[in-house]
């Protein structure tokens, strides 16, 4: 769905401001997206990670065969306690949330009235990821965001 609503917002962005500059909005928004949202912010709360383990947070389903390895259970449960965020309490994932944030905040500060934007901007996008499970959203809205911001208000 997410994929679709990219699509969407290329879509409208190449008629109202012409392909190239909505490829360029939608790059930016996949790229920034990529690497704050879908990269540094579960890094940031895996390491802000307390040491409360995965395995009693998410205990496996009793079976006949008591399991001994880590290993054994499936790799998507593991991928999913690897990045920390199911695992992770509420109160690291907001610290891992506003130390992402701020470092977005801190690649804007070629203008510094951008900051302060940029920082709740990054708070929304990884309050969208979240919400939804998908980067793909957040790289659609930060995509529509840039083609409103560039395009349509003119904004530096």
């Known amino acids: 769905m997410g994929v679709l609503a990219l699509i969407a917002v290329l879509c409208f962005g190449a008629a109202a401001n012409g392909p190239s ?3 360029d909005c939608a790059l930016t928004g996949l790229g920034e997206e990529l690497i704050f949202t879908w990269l540094l912010f579960p890094c940031a ?3 802000l990670a307390t040491s409360r383990t995965c395995a009693e947070e998410h205990p ?3 079976r006949a065969a008591p399991q001994t390895f ?3 259970r499936p790799l998507r449960a593991r991928m999913r306690c690897a990045s920390g965020l199911r695992c992770a309490p509420p109160r690291t994932q907001l610290l891992g949330a506003l130390a992402t944030a701020l470092i977005f905040a801190l690649c804007h500060l070629a203008q510094p ?3 302060p934007i ?3 901007f990054s708070l929304g996008m990884i309050a969208l990821y979240r919400r939804t499970g998908s980067i793909w959203w957040p790289i659609c809205a930060h995509s529509a965001f840039d083609m409103l911001w560039f395009g349509a208000l003119g904004l530096p």
């Open 21 to 23: 500059f909505a490829f």
């Open 70 to 72: 880590p290993e054994a």
């Open 113 to 115: 009235w951008k900051a």
């Open 60 to 62: 496996e389903p009793s």
């Open 45 to 47: 709360v895996f390491l």
């Open 118 to 120: 940029a920082f709740a």
